[in-house]
């Protein structure tokens, strides 16, 4: 294979796929119904494509202005100067705006792929990190905008009226002149008639009880496990995992019934329960391969400085465990915060509903569907947030380990 082969077919499918993403972009966004041009991109793209071949191995600014310039050039003129919007549905600014984006994605996405290839031939190697490139860079897009989109409608949704989304459910556009309270009064609503604050309290007391517990359990679990030794300790960290080969779906019926017996099946507590019995076990094996990982050194320098095992772990693994520890409190409060299942099947009571039971009573023909979008917000932005705040410590910590231990 050459680079020019390379540089063209990398052309080829980056311009044409930003035109599609683009164009997409402009219908959620702008609510004008656009057709699709991929034809003209396509061309577009491949030319563009045997110009950045001959300009291995190394592209200048000048040559990238160069090159974002004939995209914009290309997708005009093969599109007969309507490359986005031939009916003229969207203002100057906004299909200038589209052109801009299209033409200089499109050229940078073709730098990143192929990369230092020449226009002559490429040895396997090569070609096997061009292909490497090509396929990471389209999973990567494909995986964004399986991620963006449904939380962008949903979150578009929520700011409609019943009366826009009945006129054109297709209209994700925001209407600026509304005002922010009327924009916001699906939110409003949730709060002030359903409760939504009751869910929320119920959901972090649910949660953060889950963590403490959790990790109550499994650090100790997951230190002895790692550090002592003790008959069948080995069957024991092979087995830690064996509660997730049962479906919850089995499990929830027979404990329907204790609880039920018991009497506390409508309440927060059986739900502090059933909960820490399914993360404990994962919880155990992910702080596992971390202490196994820090050096015996430690542990026998606190026993002769006259430390118990206790205070080993509270004053020496814990302290060094940090990021993994924060990694399984987050993995933690995630399952809690989302799980629906025991939380239908335990509450019957609407003062006690978690956010994710509480969603599910939203999802009515006597409820605007904004409302129900608007709730799967709430139920979405708090872990969100918290993932991205300890995203760090989440990737430290699940990494962590995995060589030795």
Known sequence: MTGMFASALTGFVWVALWHLVLTMTAILTMGAALPLALGPAALAGLVAGVFAGFQRPASSRNRRI?????IACLLFG????APFDPAGLLAVWQRVLLLVLASAAGWLSIEKTVGPATAGYMA????????LRLLWGLGLMMFVLIVAVPFYVMVMTSLKSQQSLLINPLDLSIDYSLGV?????????????YGFMTLLINSAVVSVATVIITLLFSVPGAYAVAKLRFPGRQWLSGSVLLIYLIPAIILVIPLYAVFSQLGMRNSLFALCIVYPATTIPVAVYM?????????????DAGLMDGLSRLQIITRIAMPLSMPAIASVALYVFMIAWNEFLFAFMFLDDVKLFTLSRGIVSLNSSEVPRQHLMAGAVIATAPVLFLFLWFERFLVSGLTAGSVKG
């Open 78 to 81: 093969f599109s007969l100067g």
């Open 287 to 299: 702080l596992r391969g971390y202490f196994a990982g820090l050096p015996s050194d430690l542990d």
């Open 66 to 70: 160069a090159g974002i310039a004939l």
């Open 181 to 193: 309270t009327r924009l916001l009064r699906s939110y409003i609503e949730l709060f002030t008639d």
């Open 124 to 131: 396997r190697y090569a070609a096997e990190e061009f292909y």
